[in-house]
């Protein structure tokens, strides 16, 4: 009976002894786990640390390159006011790029626009077509732009001041008689001469002092003075003597003077010159104003237009009448300005619009004029589908994915060369801008000191995880010794036990 007892101890040591080594075995490899885990930790914080952002410099230090740094500041997807006034004063505290030129495209070289500035884009391109005067692409690049101020002259102070100044322009043209020339030809509509100045001004990049010129007003008081009639002088001793009428002082394009008369008393504080044509509306300030907008604006809108925005615009008309006949045309008027009318025999579409100038309804053709275009659009709906409409804008605002972009090529800083024009360099590297000294490649010091804490966290959880198991290997360790003990002890009885059996029988 002993000796049962004693088997049956000696097997249940046994199966306890193997359930400790296997639990053993898998404690090991627990540990061997996490040091494989922590040394893929140190190769990762290595990396992290050999990771760097494209950075802007800043009065303290260096920023990441965001979207707001390279198109404008934005609130709520549109940008603010606070940065328009910025940009055309010159001065502010929002982070602004060192040249404006330096633009954002995605991977096919199109122009990540915000959807204000990407409908904008549409419109103009909409408006107005190759018959336009002056180059195609600053023509539709100034009108965006004379819409954006528009657009926004109810809620910024700058743009305010703007409008009231060009839409003065364009009125005071309009109301002449006859009609000044501008560039050889006799200007129809105010806002084709308005739009002929800003394309000076988008050659120039910007604002342009010409400085003084002198007149001489001997057959003509200073209240009925107008500089487009008078001849211009060097200097005031020309503007005296009458000397060098012909020659004179060489105005160009898009450029701001001061006019002064022959007894150097100033008649003008700042007038803007383009093609023949004193733009007295438009002061010296207004000039420096709107130079400064286009400057900044220009040169990603006309990119835009030259090679294409990355946004969808859905362009719908707000049709008054929808007319299906073989004949006829809608009957419109101002309270019903625009129609369609089908013809349901061949399937052609035409769209009308009611011209309140000659009180008639017209066709809206490719080869109408600029505004009649203007008009019929200005009865369409402008917008961006909500579904991915603007996809590649959405995601540059995260700046975490813009510069993994601008890593991998996804986004693209380019820079325009000719805003006039929309000309720039696609598939232009970081390395030529941060050769520029426009951005750096960088490790941000404080990014330096959230990973160190970051591993050292991460450390930290992996030496309590080890110091856990090596506890519980050395107390089953300890177990198992007790058990080996224990098997020995038991197996040292038995061989007593069996060993005193044969000891009583052969005596």
Not at 248 to 274: E, H
Not at 291 to 299: C, Q
Not at 469 to 492: C, F
């Amino acid at each position: 009976m002993g000796l049962a007892v004693s088997q049956v101890r000696l097997l249940a040591l046994t199966n306890r002894k193997a359930d400790i080594e296997l639990q053993m075995q898998i404690n090991s490899k627990r540990k061997q786990m996490l040091t494989r885990k922590s040394t893929e930790l140190s190769q990762q914080y290595y990396q992290r640390l050999q990771n760097s952002s494209i950075q802007y410099a800043t009065s303290n230090g260096y920023e990441d390159v965001n979207y707001d740094y390279l198109m404008g500041k934005q609130a709520n997807g549109n940008i603010t006011g606070d940065f328009y006034s910025q940009v055309a004063y010159g001065y502010g505290d929002i982070a602004s790029k060192s040249d404006s030129r330096m633009i954002l495209t995605n991977q096919y070289g199109e122009v990540v626009l915000n959807d204000n500035l990407a409908i904008a884009v549409k419109k103009a391109e909409l408006m107005y077509d190759s018959t336009d005067v002056g180059s195609v692409v600053a023509t539709k690049t100034t009108n965006a732009i004379l819409n954006l101020i528009n657009d926004n002259k109810a809620s910024n102070t700058v743009f305010t001041s703007l409008a009231a100044a060009l839409n003065g322009a364009i009125e005071n043209i309009n109301n002449m008689s006859p009609k000044p020339t501008i560039n050889g030809k006799v200007v129809a509509d105010g806002k084709e001469a308005v739009i002929s100045l800003m394309n000076s001004m988008l050659k120039n990049g910007g604002y342009k002092n010409g400085g003084i010129v002198y007149v001489n007003t001997s057959a003509t008081t200073s209240s009925s003075f107008n500089p487009s009639g008078q001849q211009y002088y060097q200097t005031q001793a020309d503007a005296v003597t009458h000397n060098g009428q012909a020659g004179g002082i060489t105005l160009q394009d898009g450029y701001c003077y001061k006019i002064y008369n022959q007894s150097n008393v100033i008649m003008r504080s700042g007038a803007v010159y383009s093609g023949g044509y004193w733009y007295e509306n438009i002061s010296d300030q207004n000039a420096q104003y709107l130079a400064n907008i286009i400057d900044y604006f220009g040169p990603m809108i006309s990119a835009a237009i030259q090679n294409g925005a990355s946004a969808q615009v859905e362009v719908k008309p707000q049709l008054g009448t929808e007319q299906v006949s073989y004949s006829g045309q809608p009957s419109l008027s101002a309270s019903n300005p625009v129609g369609k009318y089908v013809n349901t025999s061949t399937g052609e579409t035409k769209y009308y619009f009611y011209n309140a100038s000659t009180n008639r309804t017209e066709e809206c053709l490719d080869t109408a004029s600029s505004s009649a275009l203007e008009k019929y659009y200005k009865k369409f709906q402008f917008s961006i589908p909500e579904e991915d409409g603007n996809i590649n804008y959405e995601t540059a605002l995260n700046t975490e994915k813009l510069q993994t972009g601008l890593k991998s090529g996804v986004y693209q800083l380019c820079m325009v060369t000719d805003a006039y024009k929309g000309i720039y360099h696609k598939n232009t590297t970081i390395d030529y801008f941060t050769h520029m000294n426009y951005v750096v490649d960088k490790t941000d010091t404080s990014k330096k000191e959230e990973i160190t804490a970051w591993f050292n966290a991460e450390q930290a959880a992996i030496s309590e995880q080890e110091t856990y198991w090596d506890t519980e290997i050395t107390n089953l360790s300890t177990e198992l010794n007790s058990v080996n003990t224990e098997i020995d002890a038991v197996k040292q009885l038995k061989s007593n036990a069996i060993k005193s059996v044969f000891d009583w029988g052969s005596s």
